[in-house]
């Protein structure tokens, strides 16, 4: 059987880990906001509210014309969702009563 010499090994697991990186979701700081103020908004009018009228509000907020489209990203939303899930009784009756604090509650779950 042949040796595999240890630069092959080297780059075969450096590719490995970019291609595990690369894989692995990544949102930037400006769409964890976006979406946070979105769940906040569509929990302050019905507490039930999940996933579908997310999009509903994301998707719907493109105009006809506009040449660049916000689309819904389904796994943010199912993060910003746990998110939601992770707080207790008291801390998403506060985040429902001051749209402010229930963006901050989000972005520390999602960060923390």
Not at 73 to 93: C, H, I, P, V, Y
């Amino acid at each position: 059987m042949k040796k595999v010499k240890p630069r092959t090994v080297i780059l075969l697991v450096a590719v490995i880990a970019l291609l595990a990186w690369w894989l692995v979701p990544h949102y930037s700081d400006e769409d964890k906001t976006y979406y946070a103020s979105v769940l906040c908004t569509v929990k302050s009018s019905s507490p039930t509210a999940g996933l579908t009228e997310m999009e509903q509000m994301i998707e719907g907020g493109n105009s006809d014309y506009a040449l660049k489209k916000t689309h819904f990203s389904s796994s943010l939303g199912n993060a910003m969702l746990n998110a939601w899930d992770q707080l207790s009784a008291t801390e998403k009756q506060r985040a429902m009563d001051t749209p402010k604090s229930c963006s901050e509650l989000l972005l520390a779950r999602m960060n923390g």
